[in-house]
């Protein structure tokens, strides 16, 4: 029985449970592309948030805590071979919220949430504990040895712009590591993890374990949430300014966060790089997702003597982007998440035209007739002639669009690129590996790529510095998150 059919009402899941709806508390699932409501949601209120937590508290005392490892990566795996079995199902229903074009949501979002859950049941798997010896006064000897145990309920809150992908990526090594979770999906793509409770209850994972809540943030479910005493830590994704709040709220009791926030990531182009590799490279890594990545490129610097060249040659490639049905499999770019975001992401051209800036392809709204008129469309846009210090070179924008500007030397170029309060993502250009190197190195950010972008190897630790986030996930660093570790000293 699945919760999800398009005329029904998307619900919460607690202690094992699809929730019988309230009634006078739905919310629309509105399907960017047009506009439309295309479902209901129910909004969780604060004692159904607690009923979750409590069953969450309950599962991590309960059989859930006699599982082995190798008990909870089986079912990760079994979970990861359900989805696979129904990958047209999660496909259908990211496109449905989210709007996103088909080869994206089979090639990324369903099938990085299938490795996810696969990744994290062989971390889990291959990790040894440590132990040593240490020498006493006196010539005696200690044994040392730690012990790592769930951390207990976690909060799982995440965005909308990969939302199977980013929930999988958190829910997987938390149960991995024996924990509970209470999920808030964003309010604007509910279905998925929705979805994901129905694979987790056909793989036979106790009650309790996996919970889902649906509704807003402040003064819903989303605060009701992660202010729960009930919960032992938080792991968030979404912006830097809702990861403040979530860190205030977090605070008391003293829970440990993991934020994984905004970023306004650089490129740069060095004169020695592959041309035509780099465009491709760069139209993937601005306009992916209509730019709703958070590790999407939105400031392009290039050496002064191929400046003219890319900007011709990207430009060139967003125009040839084609908008339009998410399920032909010829469309590369959707709308916005939804008209409020699209608004956000207008007052940007704004701004950028006020900073002198000049739109060398887009920058506006795209007519695509009467059936998309009501949806959240935009073209994918590129700025030259803008400062460094313009508000668009400087807050992160997530949507289709970059400024490009043009440096000299490396050492400009590694200040341009650092010079930003975030630091999610940088990605470097050039034939030369030695450069490649260097300048990937001297960029203040979670995760530097050399001639790629977006490749992620998913036992390497993701994360961001400065307002970018705290702390790092994936492989150990995600065992070590989601564990507390208790470091056993037996004098010998
Ligand atoms: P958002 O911060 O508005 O919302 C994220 C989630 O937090 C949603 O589920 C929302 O309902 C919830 N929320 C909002 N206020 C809350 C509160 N006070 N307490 C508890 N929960 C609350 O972000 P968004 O607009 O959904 O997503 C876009 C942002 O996410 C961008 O800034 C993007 O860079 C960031 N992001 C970061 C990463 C990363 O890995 N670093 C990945 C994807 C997206």
Redesign the pocket.
Known sequence: MSSVAPDEIVRNFVAGRFVDPDPTRLFDDVDPVTGRAVASVHEADASLVDRAVRSARNAVAGEWSKWSTRERAALLRRAALRIEERFEEFVEAEIRDTGKPITHAREVDVARAVANLSTFADVVSAAGESSFRSELPGGRQALNYVVRKPLGVVAV??????PLL?LTWKVAPALACGNAVVV?????TPTTATLLADVFREVGLPDGVYNVVHG???DSA??H??GHSGVDGVT????????T??MR?AATGVRPVSF????KNAAVVFADADLDATLDGLTRSVFSNTGQ??LCTERVYVQRSVFDDVVEGLADRAARLVLGDPRDTGTTTGPLISRAHRDKVLAYFALAEAAGARAVVGGGVPDLGAKYEDGAWIEPTLWVGMDNDARPMRE?I?GPVAGLVPFDTDAEAISLANDSEYG?AASVWTSDLVRGHQVAQAMNVGMSWVNTWFLRDLRSPFG?AGL??IGREGGESSLHFYTEPTNVCVQL
């Open positions: 809150v995440v965005p909308w712009n990969l980013l808030k999906p964003s309010e604007e807003y943030g402040l989303g605060s949430l992660v968030f994704t979404g912006s830097t300014a809702t990861g709040q979530v709220a994984e926030l905004g970023g990545v958070c992160e997530f999610l961001g970018s986030g």
